[in-house]
């Protein structure tokens, strides 16, 4: 049971703090990968677009490692981009704002490219950084609409026929508690898998009155609150949740039902905070995922539970790994992944690039989590069952209103 605090905890306070580590049994874990570890055995010249406080944030892991050069970065903001630039070793001359500032990156001589805007441009960003021949490090969600999905999936396609490497970074997978749990379901440890409940609780990010255009939206995770230029919060975040499902299910579902809401004070986006979903998959499983955005005292949690024929088992955003099967029992705390699992990806992509491994793994799990979330937050704000079939189908984009700001 959770103990309330004075202060409602929302992601990113949790996710910049740190989680006790006390094993119910004994567990040997790794905290970083082999290849984070080792001298790297070359510098990568990188591009960083998107330095708010994650991408700055993320763009000083990149120099941490020791394997990249940050070569280029961009901004919507000038002032941004030249702080973060100096900051990080980008020459004055290759720190670029504006809308288009992510192309004169792309032009800079960078050979990688890593993208931390809002998701809205990720599809235009990361099909022009494929078509330039570059490699690509995005944030998820990989997109906010369908037509934005199959767009970064021929990007990706497109990226590993032409020997790229596209990475998607997602934290909770690359834990090795997380990893030995879902080893352990895979060899049928718990039977079959019934059903997978997942929830997401957080609370909600500044959602300010609307100004004379967007540019007062890209700050400080405003744009989450809104569904066309961050996905709404379903997407945005609840995607940890739902991806973990998926992971366990190893397919994306075929439809959904369910209800959502905004519950949260004085709201000026579109996106709801409140979301009960029920989704089913081809092979009979179902999922429910509950999902809540509030400043309630509830405080942040993001859990993945597997109801297997003869076991159980769960995986989670920082927490408590278990199982309970007929060959192993496992019950590990999971430190906060955030920052571990950002360096796990990025001595990842830098593994890949210099060793030549395009196998682009990360990808496939992606597009199907942002397809399943984008069907949730359908379902929800509809009131009804939809399947993925339709939303296909439907194949809605949804647009911006970009008058206004600065080229």
């Known amino acids: 049971m959770k103990t309330p605090t004075n202060d409602p905890l929302n992601r990113r306070q949790f996710l910049g703090g740190t989680l006790a580590l006390a094993a119910a049994a004994p567990l040997a874990l790794p905290s970083v990968t082999r290849a984070a570890d080792e001298a790297p055995r070359r510098k990568i010249k990188l591009g960083v677009v998107g330095l708010g406080g994650r991408g700055l944030w993320i763009a000083r892991?990149?120099?941490k490692h020791g394997?990249?050069?940050?070569?280029?970065?961009?901004?919507?903001?000038p002032s941004v981009a030249d702080k973060a630039g100096k900051e990080l070793g980008a020459e004055p001359g290759r720190c670029y704002s504006g809308l288009s500032g992510f192309q004169r990156v792309i032009e800079s001589g960078v050979e990688a490219i890593a993208l931390e805007t809002p998701p809205y441009f990720f599809p235009e960003h990361a099909r022009a950084a494929v078509a330039a021949g570059l490699h690509v490090y995005m944030a998820k969600p990989v997109a906010v609409d369908v037509p934005g999905c199959l767009e970064?999936?021929?990007a990706a396609e497109k990226a590993t026929a032409g020997q790229r490497v596209f990475l998607v970074d997602y934290q909770l997978p690359t834990e090795p508690a997380n990893q030995q749990v879902m080893n352990a379901v895979r060899d049928g440890d718990i039977g079959p898998i019934n059903a997978l409940h997942s929830h997401y609780y957080a609370g909600p990010f500044p959602d300010p009155p609307f100004t004379e255009n967007l540019e007062s939206r890209f700050r400080g995770l405003i744009w989450c609150n809104d569904v066309a230029l961050g996905g709404g919060y379903h997407v945005n975040a609840c995607i940890h949740g739902v991806d973990a499902a998926l992971w366990a299910a190893g397919q994306r579902p075929v439809s959904c039902q369910g209800l959502s809401r905004i519950g949260r004070a004085n709201p000026h986006g579109d996106s709801h905070d409140v979301f009960e979903l029920?989704?089913?998959y081809e092979n009979g499983i179902i999922h429910s995922h509950r999902g809540e955005h509030l400043n309630n005292y509830l405080g942040f949690d993001v859990v993945c539970q597997i109801v297997g024929q003869t076991g159980y088992a769960q995986t989670c955003y920082g927490g408590k790994a278990?199982?309970?099967?007929r060959e192993n029992i496992i019950n590990a705390e999971v430190p906060n992944p955030y920052e571990p699992g950002a360096t796990r990806n990025i001595a990842k992509f830098h593994q890949a690039v210099t060793g030549g491994d395009f196998s682009n793994d990360t990808v496939a799990r992606s597009v199907d989590g942002a397809l399943a979330t984008i069907l949730g937050r359908e379902a929800g704000r509809?009131?009804?069952?939809l399947t993925m079939e339709q939303l296909?189908?439907?194949?809605q984009r949804l647009e911006v209103n970009l008058k206004g700001l600065k080229s």
């Open 322 to 325: 278990m199982l309970k099967g």
């Open 382 to 385: 509809r009131r009804t069952k």
């Open 61 to 63: 892991l990149f120099n």
């Open 278 to 280: 029920l989704f089913e």
């Open 67 to 77: 394997g990249y050069q940050i070569h280029a970065v961009a901004d919507y903001f």
């Open 392 to 395: 296909l189908k439907e194949n």
């Open 152 to 154: 970064i999936k021929a």
